[in-house]
């Protein structure tokens, strides 16, 4: 049978719905009211403040704590600085992913590991002959989740902790109301949002005051249906299909949405993708109307060389491109096909032709398919992005 988590005394009473659900043996708020429209507007507007405790928690500590982490999760855990947090999945023996969550170096020899499962045997399987400790301190810990563009500016003003400096994915230590805890930038969803870790015991006194000093931002106590919700964003905000997979990167466009939509989807674009970034080799950049995820040294002349080799040198092969990230390949194209720029202002290009959308790209696509037709060379190509 469920119990409460370690501020169910607070959120018992502000749960007008009694709409709960189980969350690995605790009573979790499903939704506050009797939909949980409120809630999650408070993620994306204000400050959302949820419950996470039922998380599973463990420390890991000893000589050989960071083998350990290194042997179980799929990033190099060597590379962890103290105060850093990383999120990773972990894997069995053949590579079946078995759960994921956040790993915090605590100090140079001590970890703080999340799940969303039970993961005390796994994790000890794999610590034989390692010098580590592993204690499972789920009922210890509790954590509270600060989700929201003004969680920042709450913190900032109940923690004695340096917020404004704390990195993505990074932790830092303080108090609030005189209660010491852990502050980390961290949270699942997409927005600007803290976690906070403490004892279990005191957690209703970091519920009170946050909710006291919440009031000018908006603060709005939320649930599990909002925080899955906001998992989801792109997916709820019907924006999945501006996400364009291609070899070496990802990039999301925002084309045809208005100013302010626009704005919003690139902030919570760059808070999903800077902390993956950051530690690693991969590299943000921002073009007309979206944003991209590269790997470095890879880009759009890698495929154009490719499809040359592949057609030879003389088959007509037509370049479109329509933002900055396009002129590389633009210049790659000349003497070997025509580079086009699609785009409705005209800029300074390597681009031999200027089309305006979607006229003179409709009637170009319409000429180019008709010379491709008749053309008495065997292999055509064309390549737009």
């Known amino acids: 049978m469920p119990i409460g988590s370690a501020v169910h005394a607070r959120t018992f009473p502000l749960c007008e719905s009694l709409n709960y659900r189980e969350w690995s043996g605790y009573y979790a708020v499903s939704a506050y009211e009797a939909h949980h429209e409120h809630e999650y507007n408070a993620i994306r507007n204000a400050s959302a403040l949820i419950d996470v405790s039922p998380l599973f928690k463990y420390r890991l500590s000893g000589r050989d704590a960071v083998r350990l982490v290194d042997r179980v999760i799929t990033r190099d855990a060597f590379k962890l600085a103290v105060g850093q947090v990383c999120y990773t999945p972990w894997c069995d023996e053949h590579g079946k992913v078995i759960d994921d969550g956040t790993v915090t170096r605590l100090s140079e020899d001590t970890f703080r590991w999340t799940a969303a499962d039970p993961s005390l045997r796994w994790f000890t399987q794999n610590a034989i002959g390692l010098d580590v400790a592993i204690e499972d301190i789920s009922e210890q810990v509790a954590a509270l989740a600060l989700q929201g563009p003004t969680s920042g500016g709450l913190l900032g003003e109940v923690a004695d902790a340096d917020i404004r400096s704390l990195k993505y994915f990074r932790m830092t230590r303080g108090t609030i109301a005189g209660v010491p805890v852990d502050i980390s930038r961290t949270g699942y969803t997409g927005d600007l949002g803290y976690e906070i870790w403490i004892e279990a015991a005191r957690a ?182």
């Open 204 to 385: 209703p006194e970091l519920w009170d005051a946050l909710i006291a000093a919440g009031t000018p931002y908006g603060i709005v106590p939320a649930g599990v249906q909002a925080l899955v919700d906001a998992e989801r964003w792109l997916s709820y905000q019907g924006l999945a299909h501006m996400a364009e997979p291609k070899p070496g990167s990802l990039a999301v466009h925002w084309r045809g949405l208005n100013e302010n939509a626009a704005t919003e989807l690139r902030g919570r674009i760059l808070l999903g993708w800077l902390p993956i970034a950051e530690p690693t080799t991969l590299t943000v950049l921002e073009f007309d109307g979206g944003l991209e995820l590269r790997v470095p040294e890879q880009d759009k002349t890698d495929a154009i060389h490719t499809i040359f080799e592949e057609i030879g040198p003389n088959a007509p092969a037509a370049y479109l491109g329509d933002d900055v990230t396009d002129e590389r390949a633009f210049r790659a194209m000349q003497n070997r096909g025509l580079a086009v720029l699609v785009r409705q202002e005209r800029r300074k290009t390597a681009a031999r032709v200027w089309l305006k959308p979607p006229e003179e790209l409709l009637e170009f696509l319409s000429r180019w398919r008709e010379a491709c037709r008749t053309t008495s060379l065997a292999r055509t190509a064309t390549y737009s992005r």
